[in-house]
């Protein structure tokens, strides 16, 4: 019996305009992991992974061509509705981006754009998911002080709590600890490898290192394309293409 | 008559401190020359009596309801527009036919004389729409010359927004309405409020457009259908007349004072705020 | 339907930003409304040559409004504008951090005092001086050139100061490092470099100086006459509306927005070139 994918991409592509900026790809995502999707600057992972929650439509002229299914919906059905779409699969930037409010009033922001409004449940809400995000400790005292008073690392889990509130099935990471020290990006691994019971995340690290250190499964792409994916550590040890192992070893970048 | 670099130099640094310290010296001048002669008149009684005898004696009391309803009326209207135009600027579309058209309206009513204005406002509210001399009248034509300097404002502000939050909002599943509500219009709010504290100062120091449209009426306003003499008119009448030159001083004492507070509140709005958010 | 749904916040913001183009479509239109039968009716040429206003007489000619507007303009770009340049110079070369936070909300200060007390401190300091140490009546366009000087000071500043900040830093560093001194930079390198930037601060600033008129009426002497010495009184375009709008009827209020078409005109035309050489500079 094959588990069903969570998330399945079938022939994708994205053109910028005339520009293809992904080549026809095939990948699986299963329910509860950590995938890692790693390339050179410019492969396309960025890309992909904005598709997955239809942030792309933002950009002006973009044109997809295949399908991604998501629990076996094709999320470019005419009746998805995209809004909800984005409260199914969250998105963490490469810079923490706080929004210039309280810290309640960051992670209560979705909740109270899809229209809860008891003050309860929203307090209930923040609790939980700075929780899950490792940061409530740090910050239950302060919670209507500026979120932009926080530290770097404590910002980018402000971030990734203020996604939880909505109670996602996939979190989309890009580059997350990009710009954190040593100390806060173990810390947000850590979580994330806890968080992965409840929600199916796509991560793209910032370097390889990351991703060996928490992936289950990855995919490593170059130019668009989907050069080889499986089991974190088989691509990461004994990768089948040479052009994964060139990469990985630091024959190029 | 050649003269060496260094001496040169320091020729130009004393004019051009010459030139700053002129700069400063002709406001002061300005400033205490009409504080001077003009805070002995003001007194609690002067601000808050009526005119008597066609300015003769009495206070500014009406002079100073009007122009606040006359700078009110034109806020209320011109900041929705204003900021809802920048707003189409900066989310609804790409630079193109319709933003260099919108923009190009907006400097060209910038550059427009005050008193063409007021002759337009005269023609169009007074005598056309039958508004006659009206707080409303004075109002409408004010806010359309302090449209451009709130869209001008307004944009910047909005430009000067971090870029990613919109896309946050749109991330956690926000519609753009909700977007701009909950994300843009807060982070903005600075820049758009300094525009309008701007524009605030603007009308209240007005009178050639004003005095056509308004009217001057020395009596206290009852609604936004009367006719009105702002502040700035009150003096202009008092002197051009002869009046009376105490009460000429108390009026221009009042208005400068009235400016003051409003440059340095909107100074302070702006620093209060960046300390709040940061 | 959902889809027009999407489309509606669009197309109401569509609407609310055409009120900027609206608002102009109406001025000009019924400013030439108004003020184009009596054109039609005395002639354009005579209109704008005619060297006699007498509204008595049914006699519009503006052309000593004109030479009033643009002999007190002149006035006051000679006198403003090198004080302009050399305080934006000041503000951004020469001033240490805490003498520009000083100057910088003076000047904006000085940009908030309203026309009427401009006016009414020329005629109380200047209009007097002149007359005791210059001569004439002391109500004169030299009196109207120097309020109108200081006037534009904060709009000549503020887009210079922009054109000068602008300047990519290495035109500088470039200069200073073969041995210029800070004045010869200036002087050689920025501001040719900010030429049209500053070309556009001056002629926004002359367009500020045309609009101008309460401060103008009270110490410019209002003689309709040509003005034949800036010692002499005059009128200027902005002024003569301001005097007469209040009692004129009639042809003589049209002939008065007549002269508002050919003030619209001016800056329309001065504020397009402004814009235009704005635009070069920026390239």
Redo the contacts between chains.
């Keep these: 019996m094959t588990v069903q994918p969570k998330i399945a991409i079938r022939d994708f592509s994205f053109y910028y305009g005339s520009h293809q900026a992904i080549q026809s790809i095939n990948l699986d995502i299963y329910a509860n992991e950590i995938f890692s999707l790693f390339g050179p600057a410019n492969s396309g992972t960025t890309t992909l992974l904005r598709a997955l929650?239809r942030?792309s439509d933002?950009v002006?002229k973009a044109r997809t061509e295949g399908q991604i299914l998501i629990d076996g919906q094709n999320i470019h059905d005419e009746d998805v509705i995209v809004?909800?779409?984005?409260?199914r699969v969250?998105?963490v930037?490469e810079?923490p981006?706080p929004?210039?409010?309280s810290i309640f009033d960051n992670i209560a922001?979705?909740p109270?754009?899809?229209g809860v409004r008891n003050k309860a449940v929203l307090a209930e809400r923040v609790e939980e998911s700075l929780k899950l995000a490792v940061l409530w400790d740090e910050v239950k005292d302060r919670l209507h002080t500026?979120a932009?008073?926080l530290s770097g690392g404590q910002q980018q889990r402000l971030?990734i709590a203020?996604?939880l509130s909505?109670g996602p099935e996939i979190m989309l990471l890009d580059r997350p600890c990009a710009a954190l020290d040593p100390i806060s990006t173990a810390k947000i691994e850590d979580s994330l490898v806890l968080l992965k019971e409840k929600v199916t995340i796509v991560l793209i690290p910032h370097n390889t290192q990351q991703a060996i250190r928490v992936a289950d499964r990855a995919g490593f792409m170059l130019m668009g394309e989907m050069v080889e994916q499986g089991p974190a550590e088989r691509l990461f040890t004994v990768p089948e293409d040479n052009r994964t192992s060139d990469y990985i070893t630091g024959r190029f970048g | 008559m050649r003269l060496n670099?260094?001496t040169?130099?320091a020729l130009?640094?004393a004019?051009?401190?010459g030139?700053?310290l002129?700069?400063?010296v002709?406001?002061l001048?300005?400033?205490l020359?009409?504080l001077i002669k003009g805070v002995p008149t003001l007194s609690w009684q002067f601000l808050t009596e009526n005119p008597r005898d066609m300015g003769r004696s009495g206070g500014i009391f009406s002079t100073i309801v009007s122009t606040i309803l006359v700078t009110l009326v034109s806020v209320a209207i011109a900041t929705?527009?204003g900021v809802?135009?920048a707003?189409?600027?900066t989310?609804?579309?790409?630079e193109g036919l319709?933003t260099r058209?919108?923009r190009?309206?907006?400097?060209?009513?910038a550059?427009?004389?005050?008193?063409?204005?007021?002759?337009?406002g005269?023609?169009?509210f007074v005598i056309?729409l039958n508004m006659g001399w009206s707080i409303l009248s004075g109002g409408l034509t004010m806010a359309?010359m302090i449209?451009?300097t709130i869209?001008r404002t307004s944009e910047e502000a909005i430009l000067a927004i971090?870029p990613?939050?919109r896309?946050?909002?749109?991330?956690?599943?926000?519609?753009?309405?909700?977007t701009i509500l909950?994300?843009v219009l807060?982070?903005a709010l600075r820049g758009i409020m300094t525009g309008v504290i701007l524009s605030i100062?603007?009308c209240?120091?007005?009178?050639?457009a004003v005095i056509?449209t308004a009217g001057s009426s020395l009596r206290l306003p009852e609604s936004v259908f009367s006719p009105a003499r702002t502040m700035?008119v009150h003096?202009?009448i008092l002197?051009?007349e002869g009046i009376s030159m105490e009460r000429?001083y108390g009026t221009?004492a009042a208005?400068?004072i009235l400016?003051?507070i409003?440059?340095v509140g909107a100074?302070m709005l702006i620093n209060r705020f960046v300390a709040?958010?940061? | 339907m959902k889809r027009l749904l999407d489309r509606l916040?669009?197309f109401i913001?569509?609407l609310?930003?055409?009120?900027?183009?609206s608002?102009?479509a109406?001025?000009i239109v019924?400013?030439f409304y108004?003020g184009i039968p009596i054109i039609a009716k005395i002639g354009l040429g005579q209109f704008t040559l005619g060297m006699s206003w007498a509204p008595g007489k049914g006699e519009f000619g503006i052309l000593p409004m004109i030479i009033g507007t643009v002999s007190v303009t002149l006035g006051a770009a000679v006198l403003g504008v090198?004080?302009a340049i050399?305080?934006s110079?000041?503000?951004t070369e020469?001033?240490p951090a805490a003498?520009s936070r000083?100057?910088r909300?003076?000047?904006?200060?000085?940009a908030?005092?309203?026309?009427?007390?401009?006016g009414?401190?020329g005629?109380?300091?200047i209009v007097p001086y002149i007359r005791l140490w210059i001569g004439g009546p002391g109500l004169s366009v030299l009196a109207g050139s120097v309020i109108l000087a200081?006037m534009i000071?904060p709009t000549v500043i503020s887009i210079t100061e922009v054109s000068l900040l602008a300047l990519p830093r290495t035109y500088k560093e470039g200069s200073l490092a073969i041995g210029?001194?800070?004045?010869?930079t200036?002087?050689s390198v920025q501001l040719p470099a900010a030429r049209s930037g500053i070309m556009a601060a001056v002629i926004?600033g002359i367009?500020r100086a045309?609009?101008?008129?309460?401060a103008v009426i009270?110490v410019l002497g209002n003689a309709v006459a040509l003005p034949e010495s800036i010692l002499d009184p005059a009128r200027t375009l902005?002024t003569n509306?301001?005097i007469e709008?209040g009692y004129a009827s009639g042809d003589h209020q049209q002939a008065?927005?007549a002269t508002?078409i050919v003030?619209?005109v001016i800056?329309?035309s001065?504020?397009s070139i402004a814009?235009a050489t704005l635009k070069r500079s920026q390239r």
């Design positions: 929650n942030l933002l002006p809004t909800e779409l984005r409260r969250g998105m930037f810079e981006v929004l210039p409010m922001y979705g109270r754009m899809r500026s932009l008073r971030c203020r996604i909505l | 670099p260094k040169t130099q130009a640094k004019v051009i401190w030139s700053a002129l700069v400063i002709l406001l001048f300005i400033l020359f009409v929705p527009f809802g135009t707003l189409y600027l989310e609804f579309t790409r319709a058209i919108i190009f309206s907006a400097d060209t009513l550059a427009i004389p005050s008193i063409v204005y007021g002759l337009f005269f023609i169009f056309n359309m449209l451009p869209i971090h990613l939050y896309e946050v909002s749109f991330s956690l599943g926000g519609t753009k309405m909700q909950g994300a807060p982070s100062g603007r209240v120091a007005e009178t050639a056509l700035a003096f202009y002197v051009r000429a221009a208005l400068i400016i003051l409003i440059n100074n709040k958010n940061h | 916040p669009g913001f569509l609310v930003a055409l009120s900027a183009l608002a102009l109406l001025i019924f400013i108004e090198p004080v050399l305080t110079v000041f503000l020469f001033a003498v000083i100057v909300p003076a000047i904006q200060l000085l908030g005092i309203p026309s009427v007390v401009y009414f401190w005629l109380t300091f200081i000071l210029a001194t800070q004045w010869q200036v002087w926004l367009g045309v609009g101008e008129t309460m009270m902005t509306i301001g709008m008065l927005f508002g003030l619209l800056v329309m001065l504020n814009q």
